[in-house]
């Protein structure tokens, strides 16, 4: 049974760009959040998706969207990429409502934004 | 609003006991608690939810107290594999999981 996967690993951009990041879920579950995590510091919630909709929303600029598809995998998308966007972007997918249930976290992306 | 963490830090020998708090301002509806190895992603440990149902692994205990808006994690007889920084997440105010948030994390180190 696989569990969170994401890619890419790694991803180094300049200022201004537009990165994609993706995310599938662990096997039978249908929600899918994402956090950013800078060095030393907790996860901060990016936004949540349930049912191809974005549910709830953390203190994110509209720089930050993101898509769910049929099969519950996720991408996020980050425009116009500020040096302040480095960080460990984290997937977390868990079966209905973040907030009640245990989440799994994938390895997570290392974005580097020069 | 994100939830205090103390202590910031603990370093542990083997065996000891250690104890975590976290707490929020804002009335909880659950908790949630995750250790993160340096280098790896949070890993479950426990949700404990209004209302008194718990979830997580038998080694590990925990409180929730639901008017103080506190919980605490427990830690004994600590393993050298418990070490890591440790969060608790907040949240749960409507169906979907609202105002879902990470505290900054408590370091632990345990010693041989």
């Known amino acids: 049974d696989a569990g969170v996967t994401q890619s890419p690993t790694h991803l180094i951009k300049t200022r201004g760009q537009q990165v994609t990041l993706r995310c599938s879920p662990k096997?039978?579950?249908?929600?899918v959040s994402w956090y950013q995590q800078a060095l030393g510091q907790g996860p901060q919630f990016i936004f949540q998706y349930y049912e191809e909709e974005e549910r709830q929303r953390g203190n994110f600029p509209d720089r930050f969207s993101g898509h769910q598809f049929p099969n519950y995998s996720s991408e996020l998308n980050v425009n116009a990429l500020l040096l302040g966007d480095s960080a460990l972007y984290l997937c977390a997918s868990s079966l209905g409502r973040t907030g009640y249930n245990e989440q799994f976290f994938g390895p997570g992306t290392r974005l580097t934004v020069l | 609003q994100q939830p205090v963490q103390s202590p910031q830090a603990v370093i542990l020998r083997e065996g000891e006991d250690a104890v975590i708090n976290c707490s929020s301002s804002k009335a909880l509806y659950s908790v949630h608690w995750y250790r993160q190895k340096h280098g790896e992603a949070p890993v479950f440990l426990m949700i404990l939810l209004k209302g008194g149902e718990q979830k997580g692994h038998d080694k590990i205990s925990a409180s929730f107290n639901e008017k103080k808006q506190q919980s605490s994690l427990y830690l004994t007889a600590s393993q050298l594999s418990y070490s890591g920084t440790y969060f608790c997440g907040t949240g749960g105010l409507d169906n979907y999981g609202q105002n879902f948030v990470f505290g900054p994390g408590t370091r632990l180190s345990v010693l041989p």
């Open positions: 096997s039978g579950h249908d929600t």
